[in-house]
């Protein structure tokens, strides 16, 4: 399913530009995924497109970074000094590496409260015990993509780097 998830976030710029599950389907087809993994990842884009559809974005100056803001009434904004706590399942399906990175991208400004629960969710939605980091760098990745944020350089960078060959200067 990722396999799926990053050619559609290389060839659709914004989740606005990509096409209806239908013929977006049939593009994965012609492109030779396997017809249960187009099933999981549009299955999951749909499920990332509902999630995304209580996100109130208040796009800065720069053009490409927003801050993101729940819509309706019972919407609290976090406090700053508030804390997550993951439950049991959370903490087992995404494992520690994960749960840290997810604090390193909150504590750098890069992922506001509001995305970091869409990441969850969506990371929740997904298979294997406990989730890889590269799968939830590209869930991070499609959740900035379907609400249009393009993250700046040095994240995209952290990304979609493979750590394990980076040369250390």
């Known amino acids: ?7 559609v976030y290389e060839n659709y710029w914004r989740g606005d530009a990509c096409p209806e599950s239908g013929q977006l389907g049939r593009k994965l087809s012609a492109q030779g995924f396997d017809p249960q993994e187009i099933r ?3 299955h999951w884009l749909d499920g990332l497109s509902l999630a ?12 490409t970074s927003a801050t993101v803001g729940l819509e309706g009434p019972t919407a609290l904004p976090q406090s700053p ?4 706590v993951y439950s049991r399942a959370e903490q087992e399906h995404l494992g520690a590496e994960c749960l840290g990175f997810i604090s390193f991208l909150e504590s750098s400004g890069v992922l506001p409260a509001g995305l970091r629960e869409i990441v969850v969710e969506r990371a929740m939605a997904t298979t294997g015990d406990p989730l890889e980091l590269d799968e939830l760098k590209i869930i991070v990745l499609m959740v900035h993509w379907s609400t249009g944020i393009e993250p700046d350089a040095l994240v995209l960078d952290e990304l ?10």
Request: with cysteine.
């Open 160 to 169: 979609c780097d493979d750590t394990l060959n980076r040369v250390a200067h």
């Open 40 to 42: 999981d990842a549009l």
């Open 81 to 84: 000094g508030s804390m997550r």
């Open 1 to 7: 399913m990722f396999e799926v998830l990053v050619y």
């Open 52 to 63: 995304t559809q209580g996100i109130h974005l208040t796009r800065h100056a720069d053009g």
